[in-house]
């Protein structure tokens, strides 16, 4: 078995084990919605699948909804839900749309009536009714993106600009209950956070919404520095949370994976956080350490990265952080480091991730390419297609969080 064939294998496998089907008919099994309307409000890249599942366990229960996700994230109708596709990680007005949509499905509901709310993450984009331009809103969450902020200050930000973020889309709601099942893309699970916490009570403040504002030099206009000034719902007395699946899960089914195919695995961290390229560094460097060690192994961290945007190439952080790894691994025989999203995309792309090995550097320096040049350009995209390292899986029904592997064979 050569280690691109394992890569494939464990990154399907975790994959598969982590979609939210089981999940979601866990938090549905034993509720009881009382005599009124369900009403079903799906956001993020996983709302389909979770609409999907939801909508069979119902069994017809369902009086309407919608699911709002991110374009080729639908897999067909699901009736009596309205399907709609819309921008991400830049929202467009298709999102603006289906957000009007959903405000006007739980309009007017009454006490006994229930809103099941799917959340997962992406939501951030897909489901906005912004404050101010959306032009404005637009230019500030590209922005962030390239500053490389994370994405608890892009959405301390975010939730200030909107009329549904930080918990405002639960008071539209009542007053009727929200049943909110959230799918966590976040390391820590902040409630307040996923896809901005649109029925959740906000724990950040206008002060660190501005305080990001001014670290990363955004510019705002005054209308949407008054709106950052504006103080979110610290508290909701209609909604029951429950929370599911995480990058915790998929670091378990990748590790899993790992050893059924014989490797000793270690998940190093499910909490990482940096740089994608210093990511990738890091995994370059465990290998050359324990390259030698005549064993199968496999080391794990699961978390999401950041990329700073430098150049104008194309590209997305697992994929830095594979090309990455292929520097410190060039030369190695029976080293590979890939990385990919849960979700099947990563940044603006059609992958998921890359994979590189010892072979990847050499294969660069013969067309005449630097791994350091294409990183300063952002353009790891295009050079992992020239390896034939880009992972791609479509659309995959889940998103939680990233998971990056070194697999070391025992045979130098």
């Not at 990680?89 to 099941?116: F, H, M, Q, W, Y």
């Not at 549904?164 to 390391?187: H, T």
């Not at 994929?319 to 025989?333: C, N, P, R, V």
Request: with cysteine.
């Amino acid at each position: 078995m050569s280690l691109r064939t394992d890569a494939e294998k464990i990154m399907q496998s975790a994959i598969t084990a982590s979609l939210p089907d089981t999940a979601v008919e866990k938090a549905l099994q034993h509720k009881e919605f009382g005599k009124g309307k369900i009403v079903l409000v799906a956001i993020g890249k996983a709302a389909w699948q979770m609409a999907k599942t939801a909508n069979y366990i119902l069994e017809g229960k369902i009086s309407q909804g919608i699911v709002i996700t991110k374009y080729g994230h639908s897999k067909g109708e699901l009736p009596p839900l309205e399907i709609w596709e819309a921008g991400h990680p830049v929202l467009d007005e298709n999102s603006l749309k289906a957000t009007e949509r959903a405000i006007d499905l739980v309009s007017g509901l009454t006490a006994e009536d229930t809103v099941l709310f799917l959340i997962s993450g992406g939501g951030s984009a897909l489901f906005e009714k912004p404050l101010i331009p959306l032009k404005e809103l637009q230019a500030i969450t590209s922005d962030l993106l390239a500053s490389g902020a994370d994405i608890v200050s892009m959405n301390t930000v975010r939730k200030r600009l909107s009329a549904v973020k930080g918990g405002k889309f639960a008071q539209l709601c009542a007053p009727a209950k929200v049943y909110a099942i959230v799918l966590s893309d976040i390391i820590g699970d902040p409630l307040d956070m996923i896809a901005s916490g649109p029925a959740y009570p906000d724990t950040s403040t206008s002060e660190q919404a501005l305080e990001v504002i001014r670290k990363y030099k955004i510019m705002v206009s005054p209308e949407a520095a008054a709106a950052l000034r504006q103080e979110t719902p610290k508290a909701l007395d209609n909604v029951e949370t429950i929370i599911t699946g995480s990058v915790t899960e998929l670091a378990a089914a990748g590790k899993a994976a790992a050893e059924a195919l014989g490797y000793e695995t270690l998940v190093l961290t499910t909490s990482l956080a940096c740089q994608a390229k210093e990511a990738g560094s890091f995994l370059g460097a465990i290998a050359r350490e324990y390259a030698g060690k005549g064993k199968k192994l496999a080391f794990m961290a699961g978390g999401e990265t950041v990329v700073h945007l430098h150049g104008r190439g194309k590209g997305g952080r697992n994929q830095e952080l594979a090309l990455s790894a292929g520097e410190g691994i060039s030369g190695l025989t029976n080293a590979a480091v890939f990385s990919f999203g849960s979700d099947g995309t990563d940044g603006p792309t059609d992958a998921a991730g890359g994979y590189a090995d010892g072979s990847t550097k050499t294969k660069l320096l013969e067309q005449g390419i630097t791994i350091p040049g294409v990183l300063e350009q952002n353009d790891a995209y295009h050079a992992l297609e020239k390896t034939g390292g880009l992972l791609i899986t479509g659309a995959t029904g889940t998103n939680v969080n990233d998971l990056a592997v070194l697999l070391l064979d025992e045979k130098l």
